[in-house]
């Protein structure tokens, strides 16, 4: 998508998005969801391609779409007619995709998994489209998909519905297009965006509806594996994730985790998610413009707080994430303006932990270095303690920009105990391993007052707070804009303004 496309106007994108279902034929149901943006919920549709193209291949159910792929040519278009379609009974039952195969559904049509087969469409295969189909029932392990599950490029995802399987809904491909889809229930992710070794350029993630995922609790099966979501992307330069409707899953609703580079999230509607709406971990370079934050975290804030833990859960995460002007990208720093934050438990966390950086022990990407240094080893003593590797060597929360942003929340929410409607930019104490050069206050005093981390001209209803340096820094809105921190200028603070 060119920088022109990515910044189209919500009016236009909404066209887009209708003309797109117009295309498709889609016949809007009711939905029990109450109140949101009629172009985001594509749940609560009727999806398909309602006759066959000329020159298509009709494929009934019953037939054997595994050999229909098989015995004829790259390009093929195939539409399943109206009803429940099914594989081979064995686990490794698939369809393996030529380069430009087209599988479209007519309304009713479902390819069915039957908690039998692993996926639905394999092979690296590059330029295929999946169209107008229900597909359900795969049982995909854990970090695996059931649609693009080699992860082949250019694929074009459109107007599915993709639910109740396990694993996650999708794999993706670089260049690949996921469009105006119901990602839901699967038991893992609504889209796992990871490639070994290669990573992944350019996708679009766009007008989705990425709803109640992570069905399988990974987190509480595998603490601390960061294996959830509703959408997980590794690796990954250059994204543009606009206009979707992301709400309701059992985690974080969109997360970017390890070396992701040049993201742009706009115009979606991130809401109920029971963790953080957005977590952006160890990447660079973002743009999360004029999105709408509603209630998220409130899982994970209460369970945090009972336990009498004061971390400062937010609505949006950033651990170890900072813009990098020498990676090349849309933007050289980490821009959040002009979104909506609403009862979510907090609003915005700047993190970063000071034992956690390349070739640590505390560094849970364990396979990773930060994307200025190789090989991993070069982060070792005591070349670390010296430029350039003591600047690059970790990833750093630096260049943050928050602005123009409207943050309310309502304190009697329950369980809040004091501990919610916080913003923070913070660091630990740091303490090993006894090589690290960041031990002590080292990165609290860097990522508090030496890397141009400035929140301005944000507007605030609620009685909020605000935490620096470490979690026992708890500040008042005063405290917070006075020296040595001089944070909020130009904000307002209820009806009131500071100019």
Known sequence: MTPGIARRSAGTRALCVALSVLLLQ?????????????????????????????????????????????????????????????????????????????????????????????????????DVVIRGLTIRGFVAERDQGVVNHDSGDRWVIEGNVIENNDGAAMMTGSGQ???????????????????????????????????????????????????????????????????????????????????????????????????????????????LIGNTFRRNALVQGRTRAAKGDNFPVAAVYLSESGGEPRLPARTDKIDIRGNLFSDNW??????????????????????????????????????????????DCRWKTQRVSVHENTFEFDSTMEGCLALCGRMAVLSNYGTYPAWSPYRGAVISEAITFRQENRWYDNQYYGPWTFVAHDTSRRLTAAQWQAEPYRQDVCSGFGEGTTC
């Open 26 to 126: 889609v016949a809007v149901e009711s939905t029990a969801v109450a109140d949101p943006e009629p172009t985001r919920g594509v749940c609560g549709t009727t999806v398909g391609v309602p006759t066959a193209p000329e020159g298509a291949l009709v494929v009934e159910p019953g037939t054997d779409l595994t050999d229909k792929t098989r015995f004829n040519p790259p390009g093929t278009t195939f539409w399943l007619a109206p009803g429940t379609h099914t594989l081979s009974s064995d686990q490794y039952g698939q369809v393996m995709p030529k380069d430009g195969n087209v599988y479209l559904g007519a309304p009713g049509s479902v390819l069915d998994g039957r908690g039998l087969n692993r996926a639905a469409f394999t092979t690296s295969a590059k």
């Open 177 to 287: 297009r996921v469009i105006g889809n119901c990602l839901r229930n699967n038991g893992q992710y609504g889209i796992n965006a990871y490639r070994f070794a290669t990573g992944l350029t350019d996708l679009v993630i766009e007008g989705n509806e990425i709803s109640g995922n992570n069905t399988g609790d990974w987190e509480a099966k595998i603490p601390g594996c960061g294996c959830s979501g509703g959408a997980k992307f590794w690796s990954v330069n250059r994204a543009d994730i606009v206009g979707n409707w992301v709400h309701h899953n059992h985690g974080v609703g969109l997360w970017a985790d390890t070396n992701n580079n040049d993201f742009l999230i706009e115009d979606n509607l991130i809401e109920d998610n029971a963790s953080e709406g957005v977590f952006y971990e160890i990447s660079y370079n973002l743009e």
């Open 346 to 391: 907090s609003g915005i966390t700047l993190w970063e932990n000071a034992d956690r950086f390349c070739n640590s022990p505390a560094n849970t990407s364990t396979l990773s270095c930060t994307a200025l240094v190789s090989p991993t080893s070069a982060c070792s003593d005591p070349g670390i303690a010296t430029a350039p590797l003591y600047s």
